[in-house]
Protein backbone atom coordinates (compact mmCIF):
# COMPACT_ATOMS: atom_id res chain seq x y z
CA UNK A 1 0.00 0.00 0.00
CA UNK A 2 1.30 3.30 -1.12
CA UNK A 3 2.23 6.04 1.26
CA UNK A 4 -0.80 7.98 0.23
CA UNK A 5 -3.65 5.11 0.33
CA UNK A 6 -2.46 3.80 3.04
CA UNK A 7 -3.30 7.42 4.70
CA UNK A 8 -6.53 7.61 3.63
CA UNK A 9 -7.70 3.97 4.36
CA UNK A 10 -6.31 5.20 7.91
CA UNK A 11 -8.86 8.01 7.86
CA UNK A 12 -11.51 6.09 6.78
CA UNK A 13 -11.26 3.68 9.25
CA UNK A 14 -13.29 4.47 12.90
CA UNK A 15 -11.97 4.39 16.13
CA UNK A 16 -11.21 1.09 17.54
CA UNK A 17 -11.45 -0.38 13.59
CA UNK A 18 -9.88 -3.86 13.10
CA UNK A 19 -9.21 -6.18 9.98
CA UNK A 20 -10.03 -9.69 10.61
CA UNK A 21 -10.74 -11.93 7.88
CA UNK A 22 -13.62 -12.35 5.65
CA UNK A 23 -15.81 -14.90 4.81
CA UNK A 24 -14.25 -16.56 2.01
CA UNK A 25 -15.73 -16.38 -1.51
CA UNK A 26 -16.64 -19.38 -3.47
CA UNK A 27 -17.04 -17.87 -7.27
CA UNK A 28 -16.68 -19.31 -10.81
CA UNK A 29 -12.92 -17.33 -10.67
CA UNK A 30 -12.12 -19.78 -7.80
CA UNK A 31 -12.20 -18.96 -3.58
CA UNK A 32 -11.41 -15.89 -2.80
CA UNK A 33 -10.64 -14.74 0.56
CA UNK A 34 -10.69 -11.35 2.13
CA UNK A 35 -10.34 -8.70 4.93
CA UNK A 36 -13.04 -7.34 7.22
CA UNK A 37 -12.94 -4.27 8.47
CA UNK A 38 -15.83 -2.28 10.24
CA UNK A 39 -18.99 -4.53 8.22
CA UNK A 40 -17.13 -4.36 5.09
CA UNK A 41 -15.77 -7.52 3.21
CA UNK A 42 -13.09 -6.04 0.99
CA UNK A 43 -11.29 -8.18 -1.58
CA UNK A 44 -8.51 -6.47 -3.46
CA UNK A 45 -6.15 -6.83 -6.46
CA UNK A 46 -8.29 -9.84 -7.14
CA UNK A 47 -6.96 -10.39 -11.23
CA UNK A 48 -9.60 -9.97 -14.17
CA UNK A 49 -7.60 -10.97 -16.63
CA UNK A 50 -4.37 -12.55 -17.69
CA UNK A 51 -1.38 -10.36 -17.53
CA UNK A 52 -0.79 -8.14 -20.53
CA UNK A 53 2.70 -9.15 -21.50
CA UNK A 54 4.42 -10.38 -24.75
CA UNK A 55 2.51 -10.93 -27.22
CA UNK A 56 -0.47 -9.67 -24.97
CA UNK A 57 0.91 -6.39 -25.10
CA UNK A 58 -1.58 -4.01 -27.40
CA UNK A 59 -3.92 -6.69 -27.42
CA UNK A 60 -7.28 -7.58 -25.87
CA UNK A 61 -7.85 -9.09 -22.56
CA UNK A 62 -7.55 -12.42 -22.20
CA UNK A 63 -10.26 -13.27 -19.31
CA UNK A 64 -8.52 -14.67 -15.82
CA UNK A 65 -8.71 -18.53 -15.17
CA UNK A 66 -10.03 -19.74 -12.37
CA UNK A 67 -7.55 -19.85 -9.51
CA UNK A 68 -6.23 -23.41 -8.77
CA UNK A 69 -5.91 -22.35 -5.45
CA UNK A 70 -7.44 -20.03 -3.14
CA UNK A 71 -6.60 -16.40 -3.78
CA UNK A 72 -5.65 -14.31 -1.11
CA UNK A 73 -7.10 -10.67 -2.14
CA UNK A 74 -5.64 -9.05 1.04
CA UNK A 75 -3.17 -6.57 -0.84
CA UNK A 76 -3.49 -4.41 -3.52
CA UNK A 77 -1.73 -5.97 -6.63
CA UNK A 78 0.09 -3.35 -8.92
CA UNK A 79 -0.97 0.09 -10.19
CA UNK A 80 -0.72 0.24 -14.57
CA UNK A 81 2.39 1.54 -15.68
CA UNK A 82 2.72 5.09 -15.32
CA UNK A 83 4.97 7.58 -14.24
CA UNK A 84 4.44 9.45 -10.56
CA UNK A 85 2.79 12.58 -10.46
CA UNK A 86 2.42 15.18 -8.07
CA UNK A 87 -1.13 14.69 -7.53
CA UNK A 88 -0.95 11.22 -6.48
CA UNK A 89 1.05 12.09 -3.19
CA UNK A 90 3.14 8.83 -1.78
CA UNK A 91 2.17 7.04 -5.03
CA UNK A 92 4.98 5.84 -6.88
CA UNK A 93 6.15 5.25 -10.73
CA UNK A 94 4.38 1.75 -12.12
CA UNK A 95 6.56 -0.46 -14.63
CA UNK A 96 4.60 -3.92 -13.74
CA UNK A 97 2.43 -4.53 -16.56
CA UNK A 98 0.55 -7.48 -14.89
CA UNK A 99 -1.96 -4.90 -13.53
CA UNK A 100 -5.42 -5.77 -14.65
CA UNK A 101 -6.94 -6.23 -10.91
CA UNK A 102 -9.92 -5.21 -9.39
CA UNK A 103 -11.02 -4.63 -5.78
CA UNK A 104 -14.45 -5.62 -4.01
CA UNK A 105 -16.41 -3.72 -0.87
CA UNK A 106 -19.15 -5.36 0.08
CA UNK A 107 -21.55 -5.20 3.31
CA UNK A 108 -20.82 -7.72 5.70
CA UNK A 109 -23.72 -10.45 7.37
CA UNK A 110 -25.85 -9.04 3.43
CA UNK A 111 -29.01 -11.14 3.19
CA UNK A 112 -30.09 -10.18 -0.22
CA UNK A 113 -28.26 -8.83 -3.43
CA UNK A 114 -27.17 -5.38 -3.44
CA UNK A 115 -26.96 -2.58 -6.24
CA UNK A 116 -23.53 -2.82 -7.74
CA UNK A 117 -21.16 -0.09 -8.54
CA UNK A 118 -18.32 -0.32 -10.74
CA UNK A 119 -15.61 2.54 -10.85
CA UNK A 120 -13.59 3.43 -13.20
CA UNK A 121 -10.89 6.24 -12.03
CA UNK A 122 -9.20 9.35 -13.54
CA UNK A 123 -5.93 10.23 -14.63
CA UNK A 124 -5.51 11.40 -18.45
CA UNK A 125 -5.65 7.86 -19.19
CA UNK A 126 -2.10 8.02 -18.61
CA UNK A 127 -2.20 7.84 -14.72
CA UNK A 128 -4.34 6.64 -11.68
CA UNK A 129 -5.26 3.41 -9.53
CA UNK A 130 -8.17 1.80 -8.47
CA UNK A 131 -6.80 3.09 -5.20
CA UNK A 132 -7.51 6.62 -5.83
CA UNK A 133 -10.78 5.96 -5.00
CA UNK A 134 -11.89 4.49 -0.94
CA UNK A 135 -14.90 3.87 -1.54
CA UNK A 136 -16.57 2.46 1.42
CA UNK A 137 -18.97 4.82 2.93
CA UNK A 138 -21.03 4.04 -0.52
CA UNK A 139 -20.69 0.54 0.21
CA UNK A 140 -21.82 1.05 3.70
CA UNK A 141 -25.13 2.68 2.19
CA UNK A 142 -25.92 -0.81 0.78
CA UNK A 143 -23.73 -1.16 -2.55
CA UNK A 144 -20.90 -3.69 -3.29
CA UNK A 145 -18.62 -1.73 -5.21
CA UNK A 146 -15.72 -2.41 -7.64
CA UNK A 147 -12.43 -0.65 -8.36
CA UNK A 148 -10.98 -1.02 -11.33
CA UNK A 149 -7.41 -0.95 -12.72
CA UNK A 150 -6.86 -1.10 -16.65
CA UNK A 151 -4.22 -0.37 -18.74
CA UNK A 152 -2.83 3.43 -18.99
CA UNK A 153 -0.82 5.89 -21.89
CA UNK A 154 0.84 3.80 -24.35
CA UNK A 155 0.70 0.09 -23.18
CA UNK A 156 -3.37 1.34 -23.05
CA UNK A 157 -3.84 3.59 -25.85
CA UNK A 158 -2.06 2.61 -28.69
CA UNK A 159 -3.12 2.21 -32.52
CA UNK A 160 0.24 1.13 -34.80
CA UNK A 161 -0.84 0.25 -38.16
CA UNK A 162 0.64 -3.37 -37.45
CA UNK A 163 -2.04 -3.71 -34.85
CA UNK A 164 -5.25 -3.73 -36.94
CA UNK A 165 -5.69 -7.24 -37.64
CA UNK A 166 -8.80 -9.81 -37.64
CA UNK A 167 -9.97 -8.63 -34.52
CA UNK A 168 -9.75 -4.92 -35.44
CA UNK A 169 -9.64 -2.84 -32.28
CA UNK A 170 -8.83 0.49 -32.70
CA UNK A 171 -5.65 0.33 -30.00
CA UNK A 172 -8.34 0.91 -27.10
CA UNK A 173 -7.11 -1.55 -24.46
CA UNK A 174 -7.71 -0.02 -21.73
CA UNK A 175 -11.31 0.90 -22.71
CA UNK A 176 -11.38 -3.23 -23.65
CA UNK A 177 -9.96 -3.77 -19.88
CA UNK A 178 -12.87 -2.09 -18.45
CA UNK A 179 -15.32 -3.81 -20.66
CA UNK A 180 -13.61 -7.35 -19.47
CA UNK A 181 -13.74 -5.83 -15.91
CA UNK A 182 -17.65 -5.60 -16.54
CA UNK A 183 -17.90 -9.38 -18.25
CA UNK A 184 -15.78 -10.48 -14.30
CA UNK A 185 -18.54 -8.51 -12.43
CA UNK A 186 -21.31 -10.13 -14.50
CA UNK A 187 -20.27 -13.75 -13.92
CA UNK A 188 -18.65 -13.14 -10.05
CA UNK A 189 -20.55 -10.44 -8.53
CA UNK A 190 -23.65 -12.41 -6.92
CA UNK A 191 -21.22 -14.37 -4.91
CA UNK A 192 -20.27 -11.29 -3.44
CA UNK A 193 -23.85 -10.13 -2.67
CA UNK A 194 -23.88 -7.77 -5.77
CA UNK A 195 -26.94 -8.67 -8.07
CA UNK A 196 -25.42 -8.32 -11.61
CA UNK A 197 -29.09 -7.08 -13.19
CA UNK A 198 -28.19 -4.13 -10.92
CA UNK A 199 -24.79 -2.31 -12.44
CA UNK A 200 -24.10 0.80 -12.47
CA UNK A 201 -20.73 2.18 -13.59
CA UNK A 202 -19.12 5.23 -12.99
CA UNK A 203 -16.39 7.12 -13.72
CA UNK A 204 -14.70 10.82 -13.12
CA UNK A 205 -12.60 12.43 -15.30
CA UNK A 206 -10.46 10.32 -18.26
CA UNK A 207 -12.68 7.64 -16.62
CA UNK A 208 -15.66 9.14 -17.90
CA UNK A 209 -14.50 9.09 -20.93
CA UNK A 210 -14.30 5.65 -20.17
CA UNK A 211 -17.61 4.92 -19.16
CA UNK A 212 -19.06 6.93 -22.65
CA UNK A 213 -16.92 4.23 -24.39
CA UNK A 214 -19.01 1.48 -22.40
CA UNK A 215 -22.51 3.05 -23.89
CA UNK A 216 -21.30 3.50 -27.19
CA UNK A 217 -19.65 -0.18 -27.17
CA UNK A 218 -21.03 -3.25 -28.69
CA UNK A 219 -19.06 -5.07 -26.86
CA UNK A 220 -20.17 -3.86 -23.75
CA UNK A 221 -23.88 -4.87 -24.72
CA UNK A 222 -25.93 -5.96 -21.27
CA UNK A 223 -23.28 -5.62 -18.91
CA UNK A 224 -24.05 -2.73 -17.06
CA UNK A 225 -27.76 -0.98 -16.07
CA UNK A 226 -27.06 2.66 -15.12
CA UNK A 227 -24.33 5.16 -16.07
CA UNK A 228 -22.56 7.73 -14.14
CA UNK A 229 -20.34 10.42 -16.23
CA UNK A 230 -18.70 12.87 -13.69
CA UNK A 231 -16.08 15.98 -15.19
CA UNK A 232 -15.47 14.45 -17.73
CA UNK A 233 -13.68 15.84 -20.73
CA UNK A 234 -17.03 15.11 -23.14
CA UNK A 235 -17.61 11.84 -24.85
CA UNK A 236 -14.55 13.04 -27.71
CA UNK A 237 -12.75 10.08 -29.91
CA UNK A 238 -9.92 10.73 -32.66
CA UNK A 239 -9.90 9.17 -36.05
CA UNK A 240 -6.62 7.11 -36.73
CA UNK A 241 -5.71 9.69 -38.82
CA UNK A 242 -5.76 12.50 -36.10
CA UNK A 243 -4.15 10.07 -33.84
CA UNK A 244 -1.62 8.60 -36.50
CA UNK A 245 1.27 11.75 -36.09
CA UNK A 246 1.34 10.95 -32.12
CA UNK A 247 2.28 7.53 -32.25
CA UNK A 248 4.62 7.41 -35.25
CA UNK A 249 6.65 10.71 -32.94
CA UNK A 250 6.65 8.06 -30.24
CA UNK A 251 7.69 5.04 -32.14
CA UNK A 252 10.43 6.76 -33.59
CA UNK A 253 11.73 8.21 -30.07
CA UNK A 254 11.41 4.74 -29.12
CA UNK A 255 13.80 3.82 -31.94
CA UNK A 256 11.40 1.18 -33.81
CA UNK A 257 10.75 3.54 -36.54
CA UNK A 258 13.57 1.49 -38.88
CA UNK A 259 13.17 -1.65 -37.55
CA UNK A 260 12.21 -4.88 -40.10
CA UNK A 261 9.57 -5.74 -37.32
CA UNK A 262 8.43 -2.44 -35.60
CA UNK A 263 5.81 -4.12 -33.59
CA UNK A 264 8.43 -7.06 -32.08
CA UNK A 265 10.64 -4.09 -31.66
CA UNK A 266 8.12 -1.86 -29.99
CA UNK A 267 6.87 -5.62 -27.54
CA UNK A 268 10.46 -6.04 -27.03
CA UNK A 269 10.77 -2.45 -24.91
CA UNK A 270 11.05 -3.02 -21.50
CA UNK A 271 7.99 -0.41 -19.53
CA UNK A 272 9.92 1.53 -18.11
CA UNK A 273 11.43 2.65 -22.37
CA UNK A 274 8.07 2.73 -23.28
CA UNK A 275 6.87 5.14 -21.01
CA UNK A 276 9.96 7.21 -21.19
CA UNK A 277 9.12 7.44 -24.93
CA UNK A 278 5.78 8.63 -24.70
CA UNK A 279 7.13 11.83 -22.19
CA UNK A 280 9.60 12.40 -24.80
CA UNK A 281 7.15 11.96 -28.42
CA UNK A 282 4.10 13.59 -29.22
CA UNK A 283 2.13 10.97 -28.27
CA UNK A 284 -1.45 11.61 -26.69
CA UNK A 285 -3.39 9.10 -24.90
CA UNK A 286 -6.92 9.07 -27.10
CA UNK A 287 -9.86 6.60 -27.76
CA UNK A 288 -9.81 5.67 -31.39
CA UNK A 289 -12.73 5.44 -33.40
CA UNK A 290 -12.99 2.59 -35.37
CA UNK A 291 -12.97 -1.38 -34.39
CA UNK A 292 -15.20 -3.96 -32.79
CA UNK A 293 -15.07 -1.37 -29.60
CA UNK A 294 -16.20 1.53 -30.65
CA UNK A 295 -17.84 1.93 -34.37
CA UNK A 296 -18.56 5.31 -34.43
CA UNK A 297 -18.42 9.45 -33.39
CA UNK A 298 -19.74 8.69 -29.85
CA UNK A 299 -21.89 11.69 -29.65
CA UNK A 300 -23.27 10.70 -32.94
CA UNK A 301 -24.41 7.09 -31.72
CA UNK A 302 -25.85 8.29 -28.51
CA UNK A 303 -28.35 10.74 -30.88
CA UNK A 304 -29.15 7.52 -33.58
CA UNK A 305 -29.80 5.92 -30.48
CA UNK A 306 -27.10 3.42 -31.52
CA UNK A 307 -26.09 2.72 -27.72
CA UNK A 308 -26.68 0.40 -24.99
CA UNK A 309 -29.63 2.33 -23.79
CA UNK A 310 -29.90 2.78 -19.39
CA UNK A 311 -30.52 5.66 -17.20
CA UNK A 312 -27.41 8.51 -16.86
CA UNK A 313 -26.42 10.84 -14.24
CA UNK A 314 -23.93 13.05 -16.13
CA UNK A 315 -22.42 16.45 -14.16
CA UNK A 316 -19.32 18.64 -13.23
CA UNK A 317 -18.18 20.88 -10.81
CA UNK A 318 -19.24 24.31 -10.72
CA UNK A 319 -15.33 25.54 -11.10
CA UNK A 320 -13.58 23.09 -13.40
CA UNK A 321 -10.76 24.46 -13.82
CA UNK A 322 -9.38 26.40 -10.73
CA UNK A 323 -7.63 23.22 -9.57
CA UNK A 324 -5.54 23.19 -12.95
CA UNK A 325 -5.03 27.03 -12.74
CA UNK A 326 -3.99 26.53 -9.77
CA UNK A 327 -1.47 23.76 -10.80
CA UNK A 328 -0.17 26.09 -13.06
CA UNK A 329 0.56 29.21 -11.29
CA UNK A 330 -0.10 28.95 -7.37
CA UNK A 331 1.85 26.09 -7.14
CA UNK A 332 4.50 26.88 -9.37
CA UNK A 333 4.81 29.99 -6.91
CA UNK A 334 4.29 32.26 -9.96
CA UNK A 335 0.34 33.66 -9.48
CA UNK A 336 -1.38 34.78 -12.06
CA UNK A 337 -0.94 38.68 -12.92
CA UNK A 338 -3.34 40.76 -14.16
CA UNK A 339 -0.78 41.50 -17.10
CA UNK A 340 -1.37 37.98 -18.01
CA UNK A 341 -4.86 36.97 -17.13
CA UNK A 342 -4.88 40.72 -19.91
CA UNK A 343 -3.09 38.92 -21.75
CA UNK A 344 -5.30 35.74 -22.06
CA UNK A 345 -8.36 37.40 -22.71
CA UNK A 346 -7.13 39.51 -26.04
CA UNK A 347 -5.39 36.21 -27.47
CA UNK A 348 -8.39 33.91 -26.89
CA UNK A 349 -11.21 37.38 -27.33
CA UNK A 350 -9.51 39.43 -29.79
CA UNK A 351 -13.14 40.78 -30.71
CA UNK A 352 -14.33 41.36 -27.75
CA UNK A 353 -11.71 41.32 -25.27
CA UNK A 354 -12.57 44.89 -23.49
CA UNK A 355 -16.75 43.16 -22.79
CA UNK A 356 -14.35 39.93 -21.38
CA UNK A 357 -12.45 41.76 -19.33
CA UNK A 358 -15.85 43.97 -17.77
CA UNK A 359 -17.32 40.78 -17.04
CA UNK A 360 -14.79 39.21 -14.83
CA UNK A 361 -13.42 42.48 -13.65
CA UNK A 362 -15.16 41.53 -9.89
CA UNK A 363 -13.69 38.68 -10.08
CA UNK A 364 -9.74 40.29 -11.29
CA UNK A 365 -10.30 42.53 -8.41
CA UNK A 366 -10.10 39.58 -6.00
CA UNK A 367 -6.64 38.00 -7.92
CA UNK A 368 -6.52 37.53 -11.49
CA UNK A 369 -5.96 33.71 -10.71
CA UNK A 370 -9.79 33.79 -9.64
CA UNK A 371 -11.21 35.64 -13.25
CA UNK A 372 -8.94 33.23 -15.39
CA UNK A 373 -10.08 30.08 -13.35
CA UNK A 374 -13.54 31.13 -13.72
CA UNK A 375 -13.32 32.36 -17.60
CA UNK A 376 -11.74 28.44 -17.96
CA UNK A 377 -14.68 27.09 -16.22
CA UNK A 378 -16.89 29.06 -17.73
CA UNK A 379 -15.43 27.60 -21.66
CA UNK A 380 -15.48 24.29 -20.05
CA UNK A 381 -19.09 24.15 -19.02
CA UNK A 382 -20.56 26.05 -21.62
CA UNK A 383 -19.22 23.48 -24.02
CA UNK A 384 -20.81 20.28 -22.03
CA UNK A 385 -24.36 20.14 -23.54
CA UNK A 386 -23.57 18.28 -26.58
CA UNK A 387 -23.29 14.30 -24.76
CA UNK A 388 -26.31 15.61 -22.29
CA UNK A 389 -28.87 16.50 -25.70
CA UNK A 390 -27.80 12.96 -27.64
CA UNK A 391 -28.39 10.84 -24.68
CA UNK A 392 -31.31 12.51 -23.78
CA UNK A 393 -33.11 11.65 -26.62
CA UNK A 394 -33.47 7.85 -25.76
CA UNK A 395 -32.63 7.54 -22.17
CA UNK A 396 -33.73 9.03 -18.79
CA UNK A 397 -30.60 11.85 -18.49
CA UNK A 398 -29.83 13.12 -14.79
CA UNK A 399 -27.51 16.68 -14.90
CA UNK A 400 -26.31 17.60 -12.27
CA UNK A 401 -23.75 20.79 -10.84
CA UNK A 402 -21.30 20.56 -8.02
CA UNK A 403 -21.26 23.23 -5.85
CA UNK A 404 -19.85 23.07 -2.29
CA UNK A 405 -17.89 25.93 -2.40
CA UNK A 406 -16.33 24.25 0.94
CA UNK A 407 -14.64 21.38 -0.62
CA UNK A 408 -11.40 20.57 0.91
CA UNK A 409 -8.75 20.96 -0.36
CA UNK A 410 -6.15 17.75 -1.51
CA UNK A 411 -2.60 17.00 -0.15
CA UNK A 412 -0.41 17.82 -3.19
CA UNK A 413 -1.73 21.60 -2.65
CA UNK A 414 1.35 22.70 -0.56
CA UNK A 415 1.83 26.25 -1.71
CA UNK A 416 -1.10 28.70 -0.61
CA UNK A 417 -3.38 29.81 -3.15
CA UNK A 418 -4.12 33.46 -4.17
CA UNK A 419 -7.74 32.52 -4.63
CA UNK A 420 -11.06 29.56 -3.74
CA UNK A 421 -10.39 26.69 -4.82
CA UNK A 422 -13.67 25.29 -3.79
CA UNK A 423 -15.68 22.90 -6.03
CA UNK A 424 -12.33 22.81 -8.42
CA UNK A 425 -11.76 19.76 -10.60
CA UNK A 426 -12.31 16.29 -8.62
CA UNK A 427 -13.74 18.34 -5.65
CA UNK A 428 -17.05 15.91 -5.45
CA UNK A 429 -15.07 12.44 -5.10
CA UNK A 430 -14.30 12.20 -1.72
CA UNK A 431 -18.22 13.00 -1.33
CA UNK A 432 -18.79 10.09 -3.43
CA UNK A 433 -16.54 7.43 -3.34
CA UNK A 434 -13.74 8.22 -1.18
CA UNK A 435 -10.20 10.05 -1.91
CA UNK A 436 -7.25 11.55 -0.56
CA UNK A 437 -7.99 14.88 1.36
CA UNK A 438 -6.44 17.32 3.89
CA UNK A 439 -8.07 16.55 6.73
CA UNK A 440 -11.55 15.00 7.02
CA UNK A 441 -15.65 15.75 5.96
CA UNK A 442 -16.76 17.81 8.20
CA UNK A 443 -20.87 17.77 9.11
CA UNK A 444 -21.93 19.57 6.33
CA UNK A 445 -19.43 18.11 3.55
CA UNK A 446 -20.86 14.70 5.39
CA UNK A 447 -24.57 15.75 4.34
CA UNK A 448 -24.29 16.88 0.60
CA UNK A 449 -22.17 13.21 0.46
CA UNK A 450 -24.98 11.50 1.78
CA UNK A 451 -27.40 13.46 -0.56
CA UNK A 452 -25.34 12.48 -3.55
CA UNK A 453 -24.48 8.99 -2.89
CA UNK A 454 -28.47 8.43 -2.07
CA UNK A 455 -29.09 9.92 -6.17
CA UNK A 456 -26.58 7.80 -7.27
CA UNK A 457 -27.54 4.94 -5.17
CA UNK A 458 -31.01 4.85 -6.67
CA UNK A 459 -30.12 4.75 -10.30
CA UNK A 460 -30.05 1.33 -11.33
CA UNK A 461 -33.03 0.68 -9.11
CA UNK A 462 -35.36 2.82 -10.86
CA UNK A 463 -36.62 4.87 -8.49
CA UNK A 464 -35.46 7.63 -5.89
CA UNK A 465 -34.84 10.16 -8.52
CA UNK A 466 -38.24 11.16 -8.75
CA UNK A 467 -37.77 15.24 -7.36
CA UNK A 468 -34.45 15.14 -10.02
CA UNK A 469 -36.41 16.39 -13.36
CA UNK A 470 -34.73 14.52 -16.56
CA UNK A 471 -33.05 16.47 -18.77
CA UNK A 472 -34.87 17.07 -22.11
CA UNK A 473 -34.82 19.48 -25.63
CA UNK A 474 -38.17 20.81 -24.00
CA UNK A 475 -36.83 21.11 -20.35
CA UNK A 476 -33.32 21.12 -19.80
CA UNK A 477 -32.97 21.35 -15.90
CA UNK A 478 -30.57 20.65 -13.84
CA UNK A 479 -29.26 19.58 -10.46
CA UNK A 480 -27.30 21.36 -8.13
CA UNK A 481 -25.44 19.99 -4.77
CA UNK A 482 -24.64 22.48 -2.31
CA UNK A 483 -23.49 22.97 1.14
CA UNK A 484 -25.16 21.09 4.17
CA UNK A 485 -26.91 18.31 1.73
CA UNK A 486 -29.04 21.23 0.06
CA UNK A 487 -30.05 21.04 -3.62
CA UNK A 488 -31.51 23.18 -6.23
CA UNK A 489 -32.73 23.33 -9.13
CA UNK A 490 -32.02 24.67 -12.03
CA UNK A 491 -33.19 25.86 -15.70
CA UNK A 492 -30.64 25.26 -18.78
CA UNK A 493 -31.37 29.30 -19.25
CA UNK A 494 -29.65 30.13 -15.65
CA UNK A 495 -26.81 28.04 -15.99
CA UNK A 496 -26.17 29.48 -19.00
CA UNK A 497 -26.31 32.71 -17.63
CA UNK A 498 -24.15 32.00 -14.52
CA UNK A 499 -21.49 30.53 -16.78
CA UNK A 500 -22.07 33.31 -18.61
CA UNK A 501 -22.06 31.44 -21.98
CA UNK A 502 -23.50 34.12 -24.28
CA UNK A 503 -19.89 35.86 -23.29
CA UNK A 504 -18.12 32.35 -23.90
CA UNK A 505 -20.25 31.25 -26.77
CA UNK A 506 -19.63 34.58 -29.10
CA UNK A 507 -23.55 35.26 -28.73
CA UNK A 508 -23.40 38.51 -26.32
CA UNK A 509 -24.91 42.05 -28.04
Known sequence: ?????????????????????????????????????????????????????????????VAKAPFAEPFEATSLGAECVQKAVFWRPGSPASTDEDCLSLTVYAPAGTDGPLPVFVGFHGGGSVNGSKTDWDPRRLAADGN???????RLGVTGFFAMP???????????????????????????????GGDPGKVTIAGQSAGARGVCFQLASPEAAGLFHGAIIQSGPGCAAHTIAQAAPGWEDLIRVAGCADAPDRLACMRDLS??????????????????????????VMDDLFAAGEFNRVPVIIGNTRNERRAFTYEANDLMIQPVTMAKFE???RDGYPDRADTVLERYSDDAQRAP???????????????????????????????????????PGRPYMVIPSSFPIGSGHSAELPYLYGSLITGELDGSQMATGKAMRGYWSALSEGDGLEDWPTYSAAAPKRMLFLENGATEVISEAQFMAEHNCDLVLGDAD
Open 343 to 345: AYV
Open 271 to 296: PAELIDAQGSSDYASRTIIGGNGLPG
Open 162 to 192: ELAGDDNLGGNYGDLDRTEALRWVQRNISAF
Open 1 to 61: MTIANAAWAAALLVAGGAAAMAADISAPTGEIRGLEEDGLNIYQGIPYAEAPTGDRRWAAP
Open 369 to 407: GLALANLASDERMCTTTGTMQALSMHVPVHVFEFRDETA
Open 144 to 150: VVVTVNY
